[in-house]
């Protein structure tokens, strides 16, 4: 840390139980020169904290310091930018691979330009936890678990060889291995501090816990008081090569909670509430901080729910204030009882305490949400700020139809033996005919007594870090498991179930309550410790029920417990997904099919034939609270937390060989040495103009890092998979795109190779396709863009609203620029995918003028496009592009060069941020 010149004398010592520990006093700044500060939202006052401790007169000057609290005389005008160091960063094994790849990378290129490799080092602390590769191949089953793990360092090996070389290679870095839980809720419940320490020059200094993520949902943390949100994985490499992460301090919006949830609905219908207000208040770019009586009637597991959606409602985060439950958390979950005495003597120093007596802080705007009125919902079949409320959801599904068929006409088909009773009750209960229903034109599975349909829940998953960090949601899962077990209700025989817990701790308390068995006895058996199906790692459904659709094209359904539900995320064969309450997965797996209202129609029938009701298996509120307060307690946290960097067998047995610098194995099919340092010198080459580039792709709103860089399944007849054959791997071992992106090679190839993506310049087609020109050759779009490149052509991608939402996937930029593409022109971007594009290269454009877009200015596709003043653009600058028509007209249009910050500026001029720290490491 350098030298801290402390112009609002706010250095003070803080001594709990006896130790000292150095703190960066607001109070003391605020009687220095920042009036008003105390009245601040908890958020920013960690910000103003952060900038006061690392006030160098360099980085941070006293000017950033009072923007804070000019911030306050502006109703929270946002704008100045600031330069933001996290206490520490967390990866998953997705995100994290290629960021180690990227290092090992940025060692060899060290060691050509002449310095030492060891200089390449995380300088704060980093936890990576492996919790993205597991999927469900085996499910329903005793042995499910073991079965699944066996697969995963199967298929793994070559990444988790990796990642042990690096966590012995590389100081300040820890790896989690497989098995033990989402990195997310392994962060709630154990690697989460609320606040940090660090010892320098003899003293021990004590600030707020933060930290940056290579997971969008790294937010789930502000429930604990956490500031932290995700970057993309170039982002995270930099801060933890000591840069800092450049940002404008940002807007903040309160949100008041009023009230009580009313009993019978969950935690999960709250945050789908949340998520659809606040995706309507358009809080991208913003923070939100939760305020209000409210607080009083939550947990803070529902805290974390709420909190863990952040990238859905668009928010950079979702902060909670540290109050009596945040202490209480800590104690419960086995944190060391001087920290939490720390937690609270630091917090009360600080202003940063809240209770029943803390005046509300001054927001940039509000709004509020009394809980009682809160309903059981879902959200899908698309997206999740589409909040659908539990009563209209087979109604509402039914009006989707027709549109996630594409315009499909049904035509009429053998009902499959045996099923005309399912047919007739799935049509009965959707309040139409046989005849008439969706429901009733059944088509035959292969060696099966029952057919399938369209609206057919072929997948029901309790998954993911939204949901399963919470315990009242879990335990009301088994609790609906249980009395519909009791009944002698089942899980239809077309649904593939699954349990993947956020943490082991999980387990150990549905087993002390018994509930285990339960949710064994309906299918839900447990599959894995990882995020499986929210991640597009549902595995593949049965050969049979996978044929059954794509014959007859039927609109499958999955409803899971997770936060993404995009097109083409969840499984291949699957057109809707719907997020659910874990406790509504487990109705859903019953009642088989989106036409059945749960609300109002039979589950099925008891042992005795009689109708059961959802209303007849729901548990109270008083029955999830008795069973959660008798079973989740301190030494579960305790033991299982205690060795938790140690591993199953399989992960001791594993060997690694290298030094300082990465053995790299040229017939890897997983890991390999990247591009982006090739031919690099000391000095950064100049930035050149665009002339004359062509359109690889023309998209329409909300394109996610999900179409730009798909983590599912590899298609067998595409560039991916013939690379991969051509390496004679067979495609049952083909993985995933997301277990391959340590592969530069892949993940070209599966740029813009999402099985629904829509390039409107071949309209009518899915899939990464698109035309070459001036030949008007139709290709993929990896093969376009390989042609383009041996042509010298660059290339520019156009798009609309919201560009870039969804998982913060760094590969979503780095398949973009080694695609060759120079420019993305959108009507809006997603904080972290621009800030990814900047960090890669490639300059991120919105038009400057409201409701122009590729449509209105006409484009087709075989356009030319060229930009001038790239030499000598400053941050936000309009710009001009000039298109060039295939019949010679040219017409231009005016851009905002998205480039926010000079930070910003000066990765772009380096070639991107790895340049830019590379070249400051091996100076």
Not at 83 to 88: D, E, K, S, V
Not at 368 to 385: E, F
Not at 472 to 500: F, I, M, Q
Not at 631 to 642: G, H, I, K, P
Request: glycine fraction near 10%; charged fraction near 25%; proline fraction near 5%.
């Amino acid at each position: 840390m350098s030298q801290n010149i402390d112009t609002f004398k706010s250095r003070k010592t803080l001594t709990v139980d006896g130790r000292p520990y150095v703190y960066y006093d607001l109070k003391a700044a605020e009687a220095n020169g920042l009036d008003g500060v105390s009245r601040l939202p908890f958020s920013m006052k960690v910000l103003l904290e952060n900038l006061l401790r690392f006030e160098d007169d360099r980085t941070v000057k006293a000017d950033d310091i009072r923007a804070v609290a000019r911030w306050l005389q502006d109703k929270g005008a946002a704008g100045h930018e600031i330069a933001y160091r996290p206490a520490r960063v967390l990866m998953q094994d997705f995100t994290g691979v290629p960021a180690v790849v990227d290092l090992a990378a940025m060692r060899d290129a060290t060691a050509k330009l002449g310095a030492d490799p060891q200089k390449v080092n995380p300088l704060v602390p980093v936890d990576l936890v492996i919790d993205h590769s597991v999927m469900v191949d085996y499910f329903g089953q005793k042995d499910s678990f073991q079965k699944n793990v066996d697969v995963e360092y199967d298929r793994n090996g070559e990444r988790y060889t990796f990642l042990r070389w690096g966590s012995g290679a590389f100081q300040n870095f820890r790896v989690v291995p497989p098995g033990t839980g989402i990195c997310h809720q392994v962060n709630l419940e154990y690697l989460a501090q609320t606040v940090w320490t660090r010892e320098e020059n003899g003293e021990t200094v004590a600030y707020p816990d933060t930290l940056v993520g290579t997971d969008s949902h790294t937010t789930m943390v502000n429930g604990l008081s956490v500031l932290g949100w995700g970057v993309g994985g170039i982002e995270a490499e930099a801060a933890m090569l000591g840069q800092p992460v450049s940002m404008l301090l940002p807007e903040v919006i309160g949100f008041r909670i009023e009230g009580k949830l009313p009993d019978g609905t969950t935690a999960t219908d709250l945050v789908l509430t949340v998520t659809e207000m606040l995706r309507k208040k358009k809080v991208v770019g913003k923070f939100v901080e939760f305020y209000g009586p409210g607080l009083a009637n939550l947990t803070l597991e529902d805290q974390a729910t709420i909190a863990n959606m952040a990238p859905e409602y668009g928010a950079t985060c979702g902060f909670f204030p540290i109050d009596k439950d945040t202490l209480a958390y800590l104690e419960a979950t086995g944190r060391d009882k001087h920290r939490i005495a720390l937690v609270e003597a630091y917090a009360k120093a600080q202003g940063m305490f809240r209770d029943e007596s803390s005046e509300d802080p001054i927001f940039t705007d509000t709004l509020s949400l009394d809980l009682s009125t809160v309903v059981p919902s879902l959200a899908g079949p698309k997206r999740p700020q589409d909040r659908v409320a539990l009563t209209e959801a087979s109604e509402k599904f039914a009006a989707a139809l027709p549109e996630l068929q594409g315009g499909r006409k049904k035509t009429t088909a053998a009902q499959s033996a045996g099923d005309e009773r399912f047919m007739a009750e799935g049509a009965a209960q959707a309040g139409q005919t046989p005849e008439t229903s969706p429901a009733a034109q059944r088509f035959d599975v292969e060696g099966a007594a029952h057919g399938i349909a369209d609206g057919d829940v072929v997948i029901a998953a309790i998954t993911s870090c939204t949901n399963t960090s919470n315990p009242n949601v879990l335990v009301a899962a088994g609790l609906v498991a249980r009395k519909a077990h009791e009944k002698g209700l089942t899980v239809k025989p077309w649904v593939k179930t699954s349990l993947a817990p956020g943490s082991q701790v999980v387990t150990e308390y549905l087993e002390k309550a018994g509930l285990q068995k339960d949710l064994d006895a309906m299918g839900f058996n447990l599959v894995g410790y990882g995020c499986t199906t929210c991640i597009g790692n549902s595995g593949p459904l049965p050969e049979p029920i996978s044929e059954a659709i794509n014959k007859n094209d039927l609109v499958a359904v999955s409803v899971l417990s997770g936060n993404r539900n995009f097109e083409g995320r969840v499984n291949p064969d699957v057109r809707a997904n719907y997020l659910a309450s874990p406790p509504l997965v487990v109705a859903y797996a019953i009642a088989g099919s989106m036409f059945v209202d749960v609300t109002k129609d039979p589950l099925g029938k008891d042992k005795n034939g009689n109708d059961v009701f959802l209303k007849d298996i729901w548990p109270t509120t008083q029955e999830v609270s008795e069973i959660v307060r008798k079973t989740v307690t301190r030494d579960l946290f305790e033991t299982r937390y205690s060795d938790v960097f140690k591993g199953d067998q399989h992960w001791q047995k594993i060997q690694t060989s290298g030094g300082e610098t990465y053995e790299w194995d040229d017939r890897s099919t997983y890991v390999q040495n990247p591009p982006y340092f090739e031919g690099m010198t000391m000095e950064p080459k100049p930035v050149t103009d665009i002339h004359d580039a062509r359109i690889l792709g023309l998209f329409l709103d909300s394109i996610t890092t999900d179409h730009i860089s798909p983590a599912g399944s590899i298609k067998a007849n595409g560039p991916a998979g013939d690379y991969l054959v051509s390496h004679q791997v067979r495609p049952v071992d083909f993985n995933s795109y997301g277990a391959r992106r340590g592969n530069h090679e892949i993940m070209m190839r599966g740029t813009f190779a999402n099985i629904r993506i829509k390039n409107q310049m071949v309209p009518g087609i899915e899939g990464g396709i698109t035309k070459h020109f001036p030949s008007g050759e139709q290709m993929p779009i990896y093969t376009a863009a390989m042609k383009y490149k041996d042509e010298g052509v660059p290339l520019i991608v156009f798009a609309g609203k919201e560009y870039g939402t969804g998982s913060s996937r760094d590969w979503a930029a780095k398949g973009t620029v080694l695609l060759g593409v120079r420019a993305v022109i959108a009507e809006s971007f997603e904080r972290i995918h621009r800030s990814n594009l900047v960090g890669m290269g490639v300059v991120p454009f919105v038009f400057a003028e409201e409701g122009t877009s590729w449509q209105t200015l006409g484009l087709k596709g075989d356009e030319t496009v060229t930009i001038e003043g790239l030499t000598e653009v400053k941050p936000r600058q309009i710009m001009e592009a000039t298109i060039a028509k295939a019949d010679g007209s040219k017409q231009t249009v005016k851009l905002l060069c998205r480039i926010d910050t000079l930070d910003e500026l000066e990765y772009f001029r380096a070639g991107g941020i790895l340049h830019y720290v590379l070249r400051k490491l091996a100076a």
